[in-house]
């Protein structure tokens, strides 16, 4: 199992840690944010494919700023990619 924390940018929450096997999400953690709406996020994405999460995700805005928590989680998911 792969483990990783990401600092998101422009969003209240401060850290989200996500657990993958392989190509698989296994488990999201958002620490701050709104806690209804990421706990919804975070169980929807268990078991989602890292592409399919990217492309349902990525460009979600929250209000008036040009990203969201499910865009940032997108965002770390295109950094895990590309080092790998």
Known sequence: MKSISYTPQGVCSRRI???LEGERIVRVKFSGGCAGNTQG???LLEGM???EAIEKLEGIRCGFKSTSCPDQVAQALKE????D
Do not use: E, F, L
Request: no cysteine; aromatic share 0%.
């Open 17 to 19: 840690d996500i657990d």
């Open 41 to 43: 996020v975070a169980r």
């Open 49 to 51: 494919n890292i592409d």
């Open 80 to 83: 895990i990619k590309n080092k």
